[in-house]
């Protein structure tokens, strides 16, 4: 059935494939060149960028702490949520995620992101990272982003970025998506969705980062974008047939302390050097995470009657994600509030927003990442302060109101295109693979031994297993 | 002969084991369960949502003793399982028509209370079972 739209679409790709595998072994031969005497750029070298090993150690340590939050944090975060027969497939989507970005990031999503081009999308200059045309992306620091770490770096921790934000999207949809259908989302979303708005609020020519809107870490490129996308995707898959609670606490637990914990990569990292800002960005992302945790945790106690562990791990969630974007802009008290802000607008959407509107996002990216998203992304334009940060603006309460504007248009125009460019893919997709969710009988039996052929726990030994081939 | 299946708290299954040890039966099938009876399950919460759940977990442990063992045996079960509210559970008395001891085929009452009659001398703990390895 859809098996023949996937080795369609595999088809249609392999001239480009082919194409651009041709490129890159002319580009690896054309970029030995400048390697050697490089004559003609030798008197460059003062002007050029220099590496600054401190930076750079901290930035690829960054990088390797945001992967962490993907593999294994979100996978053991959303696992954890689902039921028992759900939760190999449900980790295993923020896997494939992870491998199917760093693909496509150094083919050509990397390019379209931050490649220089016009205020809507940046150009192919990069593609293939920039072999055989074009800057190449290597070792030596790019003259736009990051100017003191290898250009390589900045490209791999940006990497990270955009496949969390895919794995992100698969916390709406888990327990009932069929498995191609996750790949192709995966192939069209991060080449039409994500590049795009990354290169409007990040690249240096984005419409949005010259209109002056502040996203430090990804509030509304990673957040209000995986939310915004996740509410569309579930619109489209329906409700589960049965919804339960997490079977396995522990998990919960463990993802969302892996989260916690690489978010200081994600956070800290984004101000692309070892410095001040970045020691800044780390005080302000624990502050606003522990009150966020505990907020839920009150909201919980006052209105269920006891606080939950998962709760408390989704309110963390709740409060890393309004800071993101207002990491390198706010101060260690202004943090408090947004965590607080946080944790009481992400426990009133997960409880009464999603019941009042009725959809099924399975483990609340809605709620927690885009609605999160959203108030850290209008807490900026409140809090931000050139004290903490010179290149960026002062927000409403440091005698700027315009700021908050900024931001609103930041957070709508990212809100409208994703969800309407979300729909289309869907649809698509939708058509190729001949419907988007698995059958009754498969989702009751669940996904892991229908998709996958296996099983997560196996309650007792099954010795009398045979192999079969 | 008869089959004990007694349906216990989770957390008077402690007591239970120790006063049944106390007074000489230590060997029982244990096994993690669930059930529902009077009391109407529980609530679980995630995220503001509530679910009630139709079973509580419970311990079932079964045990095989000759017919005169088995009014005490029910006796101290009830006595230790006991708090005098709904969900105490239940006492089961079965009857067994035949006992194997897979180690050596011996049949009969000797294979389920081998102290009791007088195949080994009773002692209490874990010097019981040494004992037993070493004369098997």
């Known amino acids: ?469 | 002969m008869k089959k004990v299946v007694a349906v216990v708290r989770l957390e008077r299954f402690g007591e239970v084991r120790e006063s049944l040890e106390k007074e000489g039966f230590q060997g029982m099938t244990v096994t993690p369960t669930s059930g529902a009876g009077a009391e109407k399950g529980v609530t679980l919460c995630f995220r503001g949502r509530h679910f009630q759940e139709p079973f509580v977990p419970r311990v079932k442990l079964e045990i095989v003793a000759p017919d005169m063992d088995i009014p005490k045996i029910a006796e101290v079960i009830c006595d230790a399982a006991k708090t005098g509210r709904i969900g105490d559970g239940r006492i089961f008395v079965e009857p067994v028509e035949e006992v194997i001891r897979i180690r050596d085929g011996k049949r009969g009452e000797d294979v389920i209370a081998p102290g009791r009659l007088g195949e080994i001398p009773r002692k209490v703990g874990v010097e019981v079972e040494a004992l037993e390895y070493e004369i098997a």
């Open chain 1, 1 to 469: 059935m859809g098996k023949r739209a996937y080795l369609g679409t595999f088809l249609f790709l392999l001239p480009i494939l082919f194409r651009l595998a041709s490129t890159v072994m002319a580009g690896e031969a054309g970029a030995e060149v400048p390697e050697l005497p490089a004559v003609p750029e030798a008197p460059a070298p003062p002007e050029a960028p220099k590496i600054d090993t401190g930076d750079n150690a901290w930035m690829m340590t960054s990088a390797a702490l945001v992967l962490a939050m993907t593999i294994p944090g979100l996978a053991f975060f959303y696992g954890g949520m689902t039921r028992a027969k759900n939760m190999g497939n449900t980790m295993w989507l923020s896997w494939i995620a992870f491998c199917i970005t760093s693909i496509m990031w150094v083919l050509w999503s990397y390019s379209l992101a931050f490649a220089p081009f016009s205020g809507m999308i940046g150009g192919l200059q990069w593609a293939v990272l920039g072999c055989g045309h074009g800057e190449y992306v290597g070792q030596t620091p790019s003259t736009i982003y990051g100017t003191t770490i290898p250009h390589l770096t900045f490209c791999m921790f940006q990497l990270t970025f955009a496949a969390i934000t895919l794995a992100l999207v698969s916390g709406a949809i888990a327990e009932r998506l069929k498995f191609g259908a996750w790949l192709l989302f995966c192939l069209l979303w991060m080449s039409g969705c994500y590049p795009v708005i990354a290169h409007w609020v990040w690249g240096s020519d984005g419409w949005l980062y010259k209109l002056g809107a502040l996203d430090f870490a990804g509030g509304s490129v990673v957040h209000i974008q995986s939310g915004s996308a996740g509410l569309i995707f579930c619109l489209f898959l329906g409700r589960r047939l049965d919804i339960k609670p997490p079977h396995n606490t522990p998990a919960v637990l463990l993802g969302a302390s892996m989260l916690w914990f690489g978010w200081f990569g994600f956070n800290a990292g984004s101000a692309t050097a070892a410095n001040g800002l970045a020691a800044s960005a780390w005080a302000v992302t624990n502050t606003a995470t522990a009150t966020a945790a505990f907020t839920w945790n009150i909201m919980e106690w006052i209105f269920d009657r006891k606080p939950t562990v998962v709760g408390t791990c989704s309110g963390a969630v709740a409060g890393l994600v309004a800071i993101t974007p207002a990491s390198g802009f706010v101060s260690v008290m202004p943090s408090i509030a947004i965590g607080a802000g946080a944790g009481f607008l992400c426990y009133s959407t997960v409880k009464w927003m999603k019941r009042a509107l009725g959809y099924d996002d399975a483990l609340d990216v809605v709620g927690v990442h885009a609605l999160g998203g959203s108030w850290g992304c209008m807490a900026t334009g409140l809090f931000a302060s050139k004290l903490v940060n010179p290149a960026g603006d002062d927000g409403l309460f440091y005698g700027n109101p315009a700021q908050m504007l900024e931001q609103a248009v930041d957070m709508f125009s990212v809100w409208g295109y994703t969800c309407a460019v979300t729909a289309v893919l869907i649809l698509f997709i939708k058509a190729a693979t001949k419907g988007i969710r698995v059958p009754k009988e498969e989702e009751i039996a669940g996904l892991d031994l229908t998709q996958h052929r296996e099983i997560s726990y196996h309650w007792y030994e099954e010795e009398t297993g045979t192999i079969k081939a």
